[in-house]
């Protein structure tokens, strides 16, 4: 009994000096400002904006580009014979029909009808050497 009275003053003892700093303490850890959240954001986000804009100007080319430049064959000039093929891994289609029915509660005719949705979620791309050759083709 004398041990839960004990910790029971502890504990009150505790809460009282914790709470027992000033205003002026408060302040000299957390410095006042005049400027609002929304000042301090425009002012960093108009400076960062304006040295980002000046430097990415000095990397865009000034001219247009010339009629060799814009049909250029990017394989044969990268030395590159074939253009690479992307093959997927096979994703069947299921088809699932349902039968003409009534319904439960009114009895009414309720037609047949068929729909159609793949086996996986997404396709799926294959890595070097995952499929067979003779099945892709």
């Not at 302040?27 to 000046?54: C, G, R, V, W």
Request: glycine share 4%; hydrophobic share 30%; net charge neutral.
């Amino acid at each position: 009994m004398v041990t839960i009275k004990k910790g029971i003053m502890c504990a009150m003892t505790s809460v009282l000096i914790g709470c027992g700093t000033t205003v002026s303490e408060k302040e000299e850890i957390i410095p006042t400002s005049d400027k609002s959240m929304k000042e301090i954001y425009e002012e960093h986000s108009t400076s960062s904006s304006t040295a980002n804009t000046l430097s990415n100007q000095k990397l865009v080319v000034k001219r247009p580009a010339t009629s060799e430049e814009m049909t250029i064959n990017v394989y044969q000039y990268n030395n590159v014979e074939k253009r690479p093929t992307f093959k997927r891994l096979p994703n069947p289609t299921l088809y699932i029909y349902f039968a003409p029915s009534l319904s439960k509660d009114g009895r009414l005719p309720i037609p047949a009808w068929m729909t159609e949705f793949q086996m996986y979620d997404k396709d799926e791309y294959a890595l070097p050497g995952e499929l067979n050759m003779e099945a892709t083709r």
